[in-house]
C-alpha cells in the first residue's frame, strides 16, 4: 500500500522555523523524486520544493529560495522540509508528493507530475 505520511507542522511566530518529514511506504523510494507542496487558503497548491531521486538536485519556488531546505534520506525513505526564516505568508497547508522519474537529477515542479501526496500537515506562522 502507497503511503506518505507527513509530520512536524504546526503553529510557530514569524522569523521561527519548523522542519516537516514525510515518511514514504509502498514503493522503492529512491526511484521517485521528491516534493514538497502547499496550499493556502483560496490559493491554488504550489510546489515549494522538489529534490531528485539522488538528492544531489534541488528546486526551489522564489518565495522560499534561500529560507527553506529539502533533503532526503533514501536509507530512512523520507523526506525532509527544513524551514528557517518563517512568515505569515507561508502559513498553509502543506502536502508531500512522490513523482516517478527515470532521471535521477530532474526535480519536478508540477502537481501533475506527481502520484501520490500525503494527507497534509498545518503550518501557521503568526505575526
Known amino acids: 500500500q502507497v503511503q506518505l505520511v507527513e509530520s512536524g507542522g504546526g503553529l510557530v511566530q514569524a522569523g521561527g522555523s519548523l522542519r516537516l518529514s514525510c515518511a514514504a511506504s509502498g514503493r522503492t523510494f529512491s526511484n521517485y523524486a521528491m516534493g514538497w507542496f502547499r496550499q493556502a487558503p483560496g490559493k491554488e497548491r504550489e510546489c515549494a520544493a522538489s529534490?531528485?531521486?539522488?538528492?544531489?538536485?534541488?528546486y526551489y519556488a522564489d518565495s522560499v529560495n534561500g529560507r527553506f531546505t529539502i533533503s532526503r534520506d533514501n536509507a530512512k525513505n523520507t523526506v525532509y522540509l527544513q524551514m528557517n526564516g518563517l512568515k505569515p505568508e507561508d502559513t498553509a497547508v502543506y502536502y508531500c508528493?512522490?513523482?516517478?522519474?527515470?532521471?535521477?537529477?530532474?526535480?519536478?515542479?508540477?502537481?501533475?507530475?506527481?502520484?501520490?501526496w500525503g494527507q497534509g500537515t498545518q503550518v501557521t506562522v503568526s505575526s
Open positions: 508528493a512522490r513523482a516517478p522519474a527515470n532521471n535521477l537529477y530532474y526535480t519536478p515542479r508540477l502537481s501533475g507530475e506527481y502520484d501520490d
Open positions: 529534490i531528485g531521486r539522488s538528492g544531489d538536485t534541488t
